[in-house]
């Protein structure tokens, strides 16, 4: 058979094997793995490589040592996740190098870390100061995750005691100036109320290069022409605005008027209107 037939064959073949074989393993991020995987997927590479390029000539040959080589590795897959003695011998153990403010020097040396490649990492993970670290952790991966000393950490919403709303994904309604109904129906809309937001901000969908909408309902728009400014969506800041507004007028009758039963209606009012706010507050302003 002609040699470049029999490449173009193997090659073909190997394609969707190899592809089949991913799907197999699993999704990875490669720069996460741990060194003996990342070499045993080197090693199967290279196998296909030279299979399919006929330098390896014994097709039948090759393909076993391949299937040997994924067979062993998600054996050893499986193995890991039933014996964490296992797993901790071939993908090593987490490393504390940085306890309680203190470099472990001695960890540091067992995982061939120098100082300075530890400050390094420390600023890729955008922490400058050695003394804000209470502790360090190196992952079997290589990464290392960073906790800061309590006084360090930023506020959140939760230290101040502030109640914020839940979030969702967004979900992308425009794309290429196409509507994706799929992200429509997932925020429980139509077609009809995205039209009507177009209107409303006088854009037409052909101009529209992305469109999301988030867990609010506001829809955000990013156009192919960037020297067109739309105004932002402020739906909900404005109802805040007119239930403040209101809950003012209400006090301002209260203090207008001399009719005992009318300014206690209008007090009244506006107490509860005070904490309907309070509770939408979240909703609304974050």
């Known amino acids: 058979m002609n040699s470049g037939l029999v490449i173009l064959l193997r090659s073909i ?116 100061n050695l003394a804000d670290v209470e502790f360090a952790i190196m992952e079997t991966s290589g990464d290392i995750n960073i906790g800061l000393k309590s006084d360090k950490n930023p506020i959140t919403a939760h230290d101040l005691g502030i109640k914020v709303s839940p979030k969702i994904e967004s979900e992308t309604v425009i794309l290429d100036g196409n509507i994706v109904n799929e992200g429509l129906t997932n925020m429980g809309l139509s077609q009809r109320w995205l039209n009507t937001q177009l209107e ?38 404005l109802l805040y605005a007119n239930l403040q507004k209101s809950q003012a007028d209400l006090i301002s009758f209260a203090l207008e008027t001399e009719n005992a039963e009318a300014k206690s209606m209008y007090l009244h009012n506006a107490q509860q209107l005070k904490e309907a706010m309070k509770k939408l507050k979240p909703y609304l302003l974050n």
Not at 60 to 76: H, N
Not at 99 to 115: I, R
Not at 202 to 227: A, M, P, R, T
């Open 13 to 128: 073949f190997l394609f969707f094997f190899t592809l089949v074989l991913t799907k197999i393993i699993g999704n990875r991020n490669i720069s996460k793995l741990p060194p003996f995987n990342f070499i045993s997927y080197v090693v199967i590479a290279v196998m296909v490589s030279l299979i399919s390029l006929n330098i390896i000539t014994n097709f039948l040959v090759g393909f076993v040592a391949i299937l040997a080589w994924i067979l062993l590795l998600i054996a050893l897959d499986y193995a890991c996740m039933k014996s964490k003695r296992v797993h901790d011998a071939i993908n090593g153990k987490n490393r504390m190098v940085i306890k309680n403010g203190k470099v472990m020097e001695e960890n540091l040396s067992k995982v061939k870390f120098t100082g300075d490649e530890l400050l390094r990492e420390l600023r890729c993970k955008n922490v400058f």
């Open 200 to 237: 409303i901000t006088g854009v037409s969908i052909e101009n529209v290069f992305i469109g999301q909408v988030n867990s609010s309902g506001d829809l955000y728009l990013d156009l192919f022409d960037d020297n067109i400014e739309i105004p932002q969506p402020k739906v909900k800041e």
